[in-house]
């Protein structure tokens, strides 16, 4: 009897001589990846960049794979090269030892006795959000949730906060970088280096953001505040190696990692939450009723927040659905088997969770936003391993996963008592994918409920 070798990885049709799949991704990224789970197998090779293989992991045993044994053999990838560009050397980019050393110094910032002291931060700053809204004026919904994200991030973790105008300059010339950074993942890199407008509003936006970061370090550094949280951590904290301590441009990049990995990623969250509580008033009273019952007329706290069952269902379905991710990276330094197949050092392994988390064998009626489909877990394939990742796995899982989830469930309890929405007519809310997936628009008008969470 002879044994066959398995046949080789499939490679996506389309791909063009320097272009690759450039253009299908151009199109419509999100329904070029979603396209490939049903017409070719567990694993599938596209084209970024010429002349590098990718191969698209699509099968979620393979995926925990990649992620948990093989993780600690793999370097971080295209992705995090991109990203790269615009954070340095930081915790999200670096492997290894070095990954080990940095993820060491940011880890006590997200240890539960901290998470439990900033829910009041959280919803002060919601509150005062809140009050900001006009009611029956167009509400940009994405744009406060960002600047939400980003205030409660800067208060609970850097004991600061934005003025007005550094907010707006920071999240244009961000947003500028996290559109050029999903492009630049899309695209050879030979795209990148043509002098085009588009590359030289991306350097520009790069280094803007890094002059009002390393600013804003200095300025607190300058400021001798030593408050416990977390850049007093980075400040005080030394090399392990040089026994040093950290450099500005070093504190810089990780304070920037935080920004940039807890602002896009909640907000986008929080938008596509607060879209499907509109969209189902079963869903917005079944919350309001739930907030009334354990909270009657008190703020929400810490300790309500494993009280409130049904809004938690609410924030994992709204993760399944709408998950920000969309090309999570690694890469082989060895020749390296996955599955039954070995692929040669130096190839791309990716995964996509917006199109995991939307697979049919894996969760029924996958586009249907039901948050009791959570009751019984084994219909919503949270037990099929590496189905469900909202926060990744392996030794780069998401550091501020209980951080997000407190504040989601914070924002949310306190936004959705206070506020009716509605969402303004004549806009296509549909999911676009750069540097993470986010609602293309979301337009809503503000209503305020009344303290006690009226319905009216
Ligand atoms: C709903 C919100 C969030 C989602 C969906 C999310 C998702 C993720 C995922 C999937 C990863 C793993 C990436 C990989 O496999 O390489 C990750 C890593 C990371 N996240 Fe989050 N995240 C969220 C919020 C946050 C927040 C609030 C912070 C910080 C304040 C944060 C900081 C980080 C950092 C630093 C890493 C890199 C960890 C490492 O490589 O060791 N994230 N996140």
Redesign the pocket.
């Known amino acids: 009897m002879t044994l066959l070798a398995p046949p080789p990885i499939p490679r996506a049709a389309g791909s063009l001589p320097f272009l690759g799949h450039a253009v299908q991704l151009v199109r419509d990224n999100l329904g070029f990846v979603a396209s490939l789970r049903s017409r070719y197998g567990p694993l599938v090779e596209i084209t970024l960049q010429p002349g590098t293989r990718t191969v698209i992991v699509q099968d979620p045993d393979l995926i925990r794979s990649m992620?948990t044994d093989l993780g600690p053999s793999l370097d971080?990838g295209r992705f995090?090269e991109k990203m790269g560009q615009l954070l340095g050397e930081s915790?999200?980019t670096a492997v290894g030892q070095e990954?080990v050393r940095r993820?060491r110094q940011?880890q006590p910032a997200f240890a539960r006795p901290e998470i439990a002291r900033y829910v009041d931060t959280m919803r002060t700053e919601t509150e005062t959000a809140v009050d900001t809204w006009t009611p029956g004026r167009r509400l940009d919904v994405r744009e406060a949730m960002v600047k939400l994200s980003l205030d409660m991030?800067a208060k609970t973790?850097f004991s600061g906060s934005l003025d007005e105008a550094t907010f707006r300059r920071l999240r244009d010339d961000l947003s500028v970088v996290m559109n050029g950074v999903g492009a630049r993942v899309m695209l050879p890199d030979w795209a990148e280096r043509i002098p085009l407008p588009l590359n030289r509003r991306f350097d520009a936006a790069r280094d803007a953001v890094r002059a009002t970061i390393d600013q804003a370090v200095a300025e607190l550094q300058n400021s001798g505040l030593d408050s416990g949280d977390m850049l007093s951590l980075l400040l005080h904290a030394t090399d392990e190696e040089t026994g040093l301590p950290l450099t500005g441009q070093q504190i810089g990049s990780e304070v920037l990692?935080?920004a940039v990995?807890?602002t896009e990623?909640?907000a986008s969250?929080l938008s596509w939450a607060l879209y499907e509580i509109t969209r189902d008033r079963g869903i917005e009273e079944a919350v309001l009723e739930e907030l009334d019952t354990v909270l009657a007329d008190r703020p929400v706290t810490f300790d309500d927040l494993p009280r409130l069952p049904y809004l938690e269902r609410v924030v994992r379905e709204t993760?399944r659905l709408h998950?920000?991710?969309w090309l999570?990276t690694r890469r082989t330094v060895t020749p390296t088997r996955i599955g039954d197949r070995t692929v040669p050092a130096g190839t791309e392994l990716a995964y996509c969770?917006h199109a995991l988390h939307r697979d049919p064998r894996l969760f029924p009626e996958p586009f249907a936003f039901t948050p009791d489909r959570w009751l019984d877990e084994t219909q919503a394939g949270a037990f099929t391993p590496g189905a469900f990742?909202?926060?990744?796995a392996?030794?780069?899982?998401?550091?501020?996963?209980r951080?997000?989830l407190t504040?989601?469930m914070t924002a949310l309890a306190t936004i959705v008592r206070r506020t009716r929405f509605e969402i303004r007519p004549h806009q296509r809310v549909r999911p676009v994918a750069r540097a993470t997936v986010r609602p293309s628009t979301l337009l809503m008008s503000t209503h305020p409920r009344g303290r006690g969470g009226d319905r009216g």
Do not use: S
């Open positions: 992620l971080k995090f915790v999200v990954h993820r940011l991030l973790v990692t935080l990995a807890g990623t909640t969250v993760l998950h920000t991710g999570v969770q990742l909202p926060f990744g392996g030794r780069h899982k998401c550091i501020g996963d951080f997000a504040e989601l």
